[in-house]
């Protein structure tokens, strides 16, 4: 399953690692009351909410960037023993038409940088691999981009020894020599920027897509549901700081839809992961390409 997009000379392609098992809106939004899911039933499924973890993959000339890696291999105990995907989805997608049998290189090997919108668990799990205890990366020719208060937060010693996956799949890429820490509003790359949108984590950062005289967002998890489009003050119950969240989906939302950006949003549903944020009336809408 793949949902495409392309912003000015770059190519967009969305895909699901893995489906978690499903919850209640109120397990997920703790804040918002069941009868305000009313007006946004389409945005549930059999009335439970339905995340999805996907992975935006951006290709364009001189470079092919991962916005986050998804939940990893598994099997995850905490998400009903469910298994990823991401790997071979993502080599599907990077595949060259005519395969060369050169069988050092793999599709992956194309993959220049993982920008990482933050630093939870179904961001980061198919950054390395491990074989007899050591860790080697997925993405060996890929610089790994984390931001600076996220890297701090969730280093820090208490955070840490309660995050298994950051010890597993973010500590050692230091070592490994690829990772590259940023701070603030930050180029990756011609036309690739991350920009702090604070809130869900204290690091967490968009990618802004500037290229060809069009614009657009890899929004990471300043969007769980499409609800939020229309409902920016609604947050995720696991949002570390919740007024900022809302600050950070107001604001971007705003300049998505004066602007006409192309947003990708991965834990929307396949078919829906890239869109358009349209007004409608006195509300924003999600408009799915
Ligand atoms: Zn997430």
Redesign the pocket.
């Known amino acids: 399953m793949a949902d495409k997009g392309k912003i000015g000379n770059v190519d967009l392609t969305a895909v699901i690692d893995m489906v978690p098992p499903a919850r209640t809106p109120s397990a997920m939004f703790p804040d918002v009351a069941d009868s305000a899911w009313e007006s946004y039933k389409d945005t549930l499924e059999d009335g439970q909410l339905q995340l999805y973890y996907g992975v935006i993959v951006l290709q364009m000339d001189g470079a092919t960037i991962l916005v986050d890696t998804g939940m990893g291999p598994g099997p995850h105990p905490d998400r009903g023993n469910l298994t990823g995907n991401l790997y071979e989805l993502v080599s599907d997608v990077l595949a060259p038409p005519d395969n060369t049998t050169n069988t050092n290189v793999s599709p992956s090997d194309q993959v220049n940088f993982v920008i990482h919108t933050h630093l ?1 668990a ?2 980061v799990g198919w950054n390395l691999r491990y074989a007899g205890g050591m860790p080697a990366p997925n993405f060996r020719r890929a610089r790994y981009i984390i931001s600076k208060a996220d890297y701090d937060y969730y280093t820090e010693e208490t955070m840490l020894e309660q995050s298994p996956h950051v010890q597993r799949q973010v500590i050692p890429l230091r070592r490994l020599r690829l990772q590259e820490i940023v701070e603030g509003e930050h180029e990756v790359t011609d036309g690739i920027s991350v920009v702090p949108a604070p809130g869900h984590t204290p690091g967490h950062q968009v990618v802004l897509i500037n290229s060809g005289g069009q614009k657009g967002m890899v929004a990471g ?1 300043l969007l769980h549901n499409i609800a939020q489009v229309s409902e920016p003050t609604w947050c995720a119950g696991v949002d570390w700081d919740k007024t900022q969240s809302a600050n950070s989906r107001e604001k971007l939302l705003d300049l998505a839809e004066k602007e006409n950006w192309t947003v990708a949003a991965g ?1 929307f549903p396949p078919g829906q992961q890239i869109g358009k944020v349209i007004r409608d009336g006195n509300k924003r809408i999600w408009a799915p390409l």
């Open positions: 939870h179904d961001h998890d834990h």
